[in-house]
């Protein structure tokens, strides 16, 4: 089973629609959760970091639920510039900080 | 721009060649990760060095390996290239190992293997 499991789209959406993402972590133990965002042939960027409590950075809302071993990323009132490919990343362990990321879900907003 | 550069940005290669990927790691970071994306993949960690000592690293052959250096610069380095080594590689810097620190990214250099 993989780290991390996303579905990977593509998810083609009108603009000023709503879009949500879900992605699996399979390890328990994981510390830290985080959504990047990926541009094509361009390098991952941070888009958010999820915290338990979930949070909100504008159109954009992350969920935890560790029960489940899932996170989500909703993105509101979607714009042409939020296409790109959404990378859902856990970290765990010490030592190491490397990331684990998943397959990416590509995301396609049309006019 | 995060600070982190690559080179090169991209580079060709045929099979049983050897390479060598550099990353110079932004100002005040001392740890650099690589990471190898094949296409329509995430990216696959291979290692990571924290003050020139490698600090972990994933399930990649022997043939992969690197250095850091004492501005914390680093080298990835794979002999014996093969086809499924063409891919698009990426390192990151940190302030520290641990996890409480942001990584970021560098362009990438993108490896064609023929």
């Known amino acids: 089973r993989k780290e991390v499991e996303q579905d990977p789209g593509p998810f083609n959406v009108p603009e000023g629609a709503t879009v949500a993402f879900n992605c699996t972590y399979s390890?328990?133990?994981?510390?830290?959760f985080f959504w990047y965002r990926q541009d094509c042939r361009k390098e991952p960027k941070l888009l958010m970091s999820?915290?338990?409590?979930?949070n909100e950075d504008g159109r954009f809302t992350a969920q935890l639920n560790r029960a489940s071993q899932y996170i989500s990323l909703l993105i509101r009132d979607s714009k042409l510039s939020d296409s790109a490919t959404y990378l859902c990343?856990?970290?765990w362990g010490t030592g190491a900080n490397n990331l684990f990321f998943g397959t990416g879900t590509r995301l396609t907003v049309i006019p | 721009e995060t600070g982190v550069t690559q080179s090169p940005t991209h580079l060709i290669k045929t099979r049983g060649q050897q390479v060598t990927l550099r990353c110079s790691s932004q100002?005040?970071?001392?740890?650099v990760s690589w990471y190898q994306q094949a296409l329509g993949q995430g990216p696959q960690f291979i290692f990571q060095?924290?003050?020139?000592?490698?600090?972990g690293r994933g399930n990649f052959p022997p043939r992969f390996s690197g250095l850091q250096f004492p501005n914390y610069s680093s080298e990835l380095n794979v002999n014996a290239l093969e086809l499924d080594d063409s891919a698009l590689y990426l390192c990151?810097?940190?302030?520290?190992?641990?996890?409480?620190?942001?990584?970021?990214f560098g362009p990438g250099t993108r490896l064609t293997v023929t």
């Open positions: 060095y924290y003050r020139e000592e490698e600090n």
């Open positions: 990343v856990v970290r």
């Open positions: 999820v915290y338990s409590s979930g």
């Open positions: 990151a810097s940190s302030k520290g190992q641990g996890v409480a620190y942001e990584q970021y």
């Open positions: 100002s005040g970071h001392n740890t």
């Open positions: 390890n328990s133990a994981s510390q830290s």
